[in-house]
Nanobody, 120 residues
Framework: QVQLVESGGGLVQPGGSLRLSCVVSGTSISGFYAMGWYRQAPEKQRELVATFTIDGSTNYAGSVKGRFTISRDNAKNTVYLQMNSLKPEDTAVYYC?????????????WGQGTQVTVSS
């Protein structure tokens, strides 16, 4: 059974940094077509923050480009999101997502989320 568990969220002041972790169990992250981070603020739709695909390409939301960095450690089966220069508008629940693509089946896996609050 594939499980994704996020951690690293918390309360941070504007301008601060946090590193989120997404530990995957039940399978190797190297087998996923794509992995990434999404976030959902109160009364807003869930949105893409940062993703990478199996070919190594990355994609960032315009609002976080230059401040956030997605990375992975295959040996630890973990994906990270380094967040710098945090702003109050970054406040949201952050979710880790993994996509497995075995044609014709596409399967998405989500973690339970971790709260990030940016406030003074």
């Amino acid at each position: 059974q594939v499980q994704l568990v996020e951690s690293g969220g918390g309360l941070v002041q504007p301008g601060g940094s946090l590193r989120l972790s997404c530990v995957v169990s039940g399978t190797s992250i190297s087998g996923f077509y794509a992995m990434g981070w999404y976030r959902q603020a109160p009364e807003k739709q869930r949105e893409l923050v940062a993703t990478f695909t199996i070919d190594g390409s990355t994609n960032y939301a315009g609002s976080v480009k230059g401040r956030f960095t997605i990375s992975r450690d295959n040996a630890k089966n973990t994906v990270y999101l380094q967040m710098n220069s945090l702003k109050p508008e970054d406040t949201a629940v952050y979710y880790c997502k993994a996509t497995r693509h075995v044609p014709p089946i596409v399967a998405d896996y989500w973690g339970q989320g971790t709260q990030v609050t940016v406030s003074s």
